[in-house]
């Protein structure tokens, strides 16, 4: 067991053994021009699982997503995505640096988007106007607290989105999480969807790499969008194998993450100063707030990392703690225990963290 517990994020797992046993015994080839048979066979895998005609490997989920939003989109154009939405507020101002497309941020309900949310946001077709072309979903949400799309819903978006000329994109950087919390194959979730990027790096367990899938014509668009953003990939199948074995032995497992970040809900809902409804976690993703009174997230979150917790703020009185492949049930025993007593010593006299997204106030 690992002395220090890091619930910062499901990025933090580390290849295991057997699978760096499948990347060490993967086949190569050179992927630019379609000759690794690691690559190949992965896309393959993937087109099969979601119903599509096609798909590419990529380095990151960042990367897959904006692929998508170039090859979505022209230059001058507009997408609509929820306000938290990982696009828009965490990927550097890609989508304005990479593919001059503006965001136009709608506030959703826990990070999803509904049609009462969507209409009446389609820009007409004027010469004074940013062109508004596509709509990203995101599935789970992050900043909305974990949230799988009802599939009632994504059908909604989907006809609305096509009806009135416009693609859907969904970055699906936790799809496998919905996928195991909703009983519901990859292909159900994405019928009424265009592209899909999926991440192998969170709680897949793999070194790093996601996929973008969607139609033959797309993909082959964010190929071209895959070179231009300094991506396109050589010996690749060293690390797609370890997504094959990924999705060979890690999707099932995601059950246990979500049943112990009901358990770290449940407990950490029981702390005096901490504000939480365990109902409202249904994957891997635990928000919870402390008190003002007590102090800040950031000091909490400094508190905790005294006694070797990882958790990041998230927010003024908001935090999250992310379980995943490498953290036990004993670990987040101990993880209550530890921030039980940081809020019994009082976190007020700490000076704060400066890491996590809003640390500068
Ligand atoms: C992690 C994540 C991504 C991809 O981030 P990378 O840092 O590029 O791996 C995209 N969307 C969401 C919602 C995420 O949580």
């Not at 290849?15 to 046993?21: D, I």
């Not at 790096?201 to 231009?228: D, H, V």
């Not at 006299?349 to 400066?354: A, L, S």
Request: neutral net charge; aromatic residues 4%; glycine residues 10%.
């Amino acid at each position: 067991m690992s002395r220090v517990i890091d619930l910062r994020s499901d990025t933090m797992t580390r290849p295991t053994a057997a699978m760096r046993q499948a990347m060490a015994n993967a086949e190569v080839g050179d992927d630019m021009t379609a000759e690794d048979p690691t690559v190949n066979r992965l896309e393959e895998m993937v087109i099969k699982m979601f119903n599509k005609e096609a798909a590419v490997y990529c380095c990151s989920g960042t990367q897959s997503n904006q692929m998508a939003v170039w090859a979505h989109c022209h230059s001058g154009d507009e997408l609509l995505i929820e306000a938290g939405g990982h696009i828009a507020s965490f990927e550097g101002g890609a989508p304005a640096a990479l593919s001059g497309v503006t965001c136009r941020t709608l506030t959703g309900h826990l990070g999803m988007l509904d049609l009462p949310h969507l209409e009446g946001q389609i820009r007409a077709d004027n010469q004074h106007l940013a062109q508004t072309k596509l709509v990203c979903v995101e599935n789970t949400t992050n900043v909305g607290g974990g949230h799988c799309y009802p599939l009632d819903m994504l059908k909604r978006v989907g006809n609305w989105a096509h009806t009135n000329g416009l693609q859907v994109h969904m970055d699906g950087a936790r799809l496998f999480n919905a996928v195991v919390a909703t009983g519901q194959s990859p292909a159900k979730i994405c019928e009424h969807i265009d592209s899909i990027s999926v991440c192998f790096s969170k709680g897949l367990g793999c070194p790093m790499g996601s996929i973008l899938i969607g139609s033959k014509e797309l993909i082959s668009r964010a190929r071209r969008a895959r070179k231009m953003f300094g991506g396109a990939l050589r010996q690749a199948g060293i690390v797609a194998a370890s997504a094959i074995y990924a999705l060979e032995n890690n999707i099932e497992r995601l059950a246990e993450d979500h049943e112990n970040a009901q358990f770290l809900a449940t407990e950490l809902a029981k702390i005096p100063g901490i504000k939480l409804d365990p109902a409202g976690v249904p994957t891997n993703l635990v928000f919870f707030e402390v008190d003002p009174k007590l102090g800040n997230a950031s000091q909490l979150s400094y508190a905790l990392k005294q006694h070797d917790v990882l958790i990041n703020a998230g927010g003024k009185s908001r935090l999250r703690a992310c379980t995943h492949l490498d953290v036990n049930r004993e670990q987040l025993v101990k993880t209550v225990q530890v921030l039980a007593k940081c809020l019994q010593e009082g976190i007020s006299q700490h000076p704060g963290t400066t890491s996590g997204p809003y640390s500068r106030g």
